[in-house]
């Protein structure tokens, strides 16, 4: 597999590259399960828990800030993908149009097809985090997680949700479905926190 999908880091790309990960020579799919497919018209975002009930439709998204990103990409099942171009919305833009109650330290992103990922607010509102609608230039696949995904580079890949559709703010962690499932709670690739040391 090594050479044909996937080869070592060199050079200067050694120092992007997270302990134990391969560079990718595409942009590998991994999914768990099959991928929903939402139309822009039916697409619907909602926010409750700790930050009240909102509801935002596909025009309110696209009538925020855009920017362009250019980020590296690196899935806990050690492969990393290097200088991935989106464009989107910044989770910080996103969060000055909700009102957040000051006992939320953690959210839960809620995607169609029922997946669900946890993040800490600080890993969550952060300047480099963005919910992504387009790739390399085109409209985000739905099989990268189209119509739109939350991209948080910081972070291992599985953090990065696609099909996003809601955020719950809550008080105290509620571990995701990866989580729930022998997955570490936070994910940070450079302390290779792939697995929960609980399994």
């Given amino acids: 597999m090594l050479g044909k999908f996937f080869k070592k880091p060199t050079g200067e790309d050694k120092d992007r590259v997270p302990p134990g990960q391969h560079l990718a020579n595409g942009f590998p799919l991994m999914t768990y399960g099959r991928a929903p497919k939402v139309e822009k018209a039916d697409w619907q975002f909602r926010v409750w828990g700790l ?3 909102k509801s935002f439709r596909w025009d309110d998204f696209m009538g925020m ?3 362009s990103f250019t980020d590296d990409f690196h899935c806990v099942t050690r ?3 290097l200088g991935v171009q989106w464009t989107g919305i910044k989770v910080t833009d996103f969060m000055s149009r909700i009102e957040l109650d000051p006992r939320a330290k953690h959210v839960t992103a809620h995607c169609y097809g029922g997946y669900t990922t946890n993040l ?6 952060r300047e480099q985090n963005f919910f992504a609608f387009q790739l390399f230039g085109e409209p985000l696949p739905i099989e990268h997680g189209g119509p739109l995904r939350l991209v948080v580079p910081h972070l291992y890949a599985w953090k990065s949700a696609k099909w996003i559709n809601g955020l ?5 962690e509620q571990l995701g479905f990866w989580e729930v499932n022998g997955y570490h709670s936070r994910g940070e690739p450079w302390s290779e926190e792939r697995y929960s040391s609980l399994f």
Avoid: N
Avoid at 168 to 172: D, G, L, N, R, T
């Fill in 79 to 81: 492969w990393s993908k």
């Fill in 168 to 172: 719950e703010f809550v008080e105290q």
């Fill in 65 to 67: 800030p855009v920017h």
């Fill in 120 to 125: 800490s607010l600080d890993d969550f509102v």
């Fill in 51 to 53: 930050a009240g009930e």
